[in-house]
């Protein structure tokens, strides 16, 4: 009993509280390539540099003095009309042709490769960690959690939280869902779904840069981290079910746990082979995924 303990608190425990911290960070970019997919039917393939994105300007904002707690409010400010910018600028202009699936998944993948030239040209290859904001780590039953990740999980589980709600409880949400349902209809309505389209789109982003924000000073912070981070986001969406908030949650808590846990039996190079192993079973056992799609639900 007492080595099982000792395994528990020293090793066991550490790693679940790794794997619930990047789970939380996994869930917010996941959160948006969900809503985007749910509501537009596009599969954003540079989802992964607008989370880099947002790292970087945390980090270089963070060297230029700036509050890492005013990084969580300036970051996605910033990217909300990035994000709004790329919709009405890039997608909006393939949207509507009969290969839109294929044409937005390209064009997505090539402003992912631009994106990420673009950020070695200004910022190098190598990579950069910032300061960790919250210092020192907290004692509980004889588990050391340090203070950063604890705050990494509170808060994104309350960022999480906050987006189910606006989603699903208020009018907001309701408007967001009706689009995502029947676009006819609810434009028949007077539902502006063009701006609903760009705004959704825009959140999406937002929320990609705010895990950057969060995941700079624990994963460190280099030019190809959204193409390494992304993966792990779509195995997220898909097992969860495409379009599916509750389906991201549960699914992004869940393989991250498994990741964790897996490298303590396993080599961790076979931490991904593992995730995509129940990702392609998922996709055969239950192609919608955990759950149901955003406006279908």
Same mark, same amino acid.
């Given at each position: 009993?007492? *080595? %099982?303990?000792?395994?528990?608190? /020293? ?10 911290? @990047? ?31 947002? *790292?970087?300007? #945390? @980090? ?14 300036? &970051?996605? #400010? ?9 919709? =009405?600028?890039?997608?909006? =202009? ?20 631009? !994106? ?6 200004? /910022? ?26 604890? /705050? ?14 606006? &989603?699903?409880?208020?009018? @907001? ?9 029947? =676009? ?16 959704? %789109? ?8 705010? *895990? ?16 390494? %981070? ?13 379009? $599916? ?14 990741? *964790?846990? $897996?490298? @303590?039996? &396993? ?9 995509? $192993?129940?990702? !392609? ?9 955990? %759950? ?6």
């Amino acid at each position: 009993m007492t *080595a %099982f303990l000792d395994y528990f608190q /020293f090793v066991l425990a550490p790693q679940m509280i790794t794997g619930l911290s @990047l789970g939380v960070a996994v869930v917010l970019v996941a959160l948006g390539l969900t809503i985007i997919f749910g509501l537009l039917d596009v599969i954003n393939m540079a989802h992964g540099e607008f989370y880099a994105v947002g *790292a970087y300007l #945390a @980090l270089s904002l963070g060297f230029a003095g700036v509050s890492f707690w005013l990084l969580l409010i300036i &970051v996605p #400010a910033v990217m909300l009309p990035l994000g709004y910018i790329v919709e =009405r600028g890039l997608i909006q =202009r393939v949207f509507n042709k009969p290969d839109r699936h294929v044409t937005t998944l390209l064009l997505t993948f090539g402003l992912g490769l631009v !994106v990420e030239d673009v950020l070695k040209v200004i /910022f190098g290859g190598n990579t950069q960690r910032p300061p960790t904001p919250i210092s020192g780590a907290i004692d509980i039953m004889g588990v050391l959690l340090p203070n950063y990740r604890l /705050f990494l999980i509170l808060f994104g589980l309350a960022v999480i939280a906050a987006v189910a709600l606006v &989603v699903n409880r208020t009018r @907001l949400g309701a408007v967001v869902r009706a689009a995502a349902f029947d =676009r006819n209809m609810a434009a028949s309505l007077g539902v502006p779904v063009s701006q609903v389209y760009a705004g959704t %789109f825009a959140f999406g982003v937002a929320l990609a840069g705010l *895990a950057g924000v969060l995941l700079a000073p624990v994963f460190s912070v280099f030019p190809t981290m959204g193409r390494d %981070f992304i993966f792990l986001a779509f195995t997220v969406v898909i097992v969860g079910g495409m379009g $599916s908030i509750m389906g991201t949650v549960v699914a992004g808590l869940l393989l991250t746990q498994v990741q *964790a846990l $897996s490298s @303590l039996i &396993v080599s961790p190079v076979w931490s991904d082979p593992i995730l995509f $192993s129940i990702m !392609v079973l998922m996709l055969v056992v239950r192609p919608q995924g955990l %759950f149901g799609r955003l406006g279908h639900a």
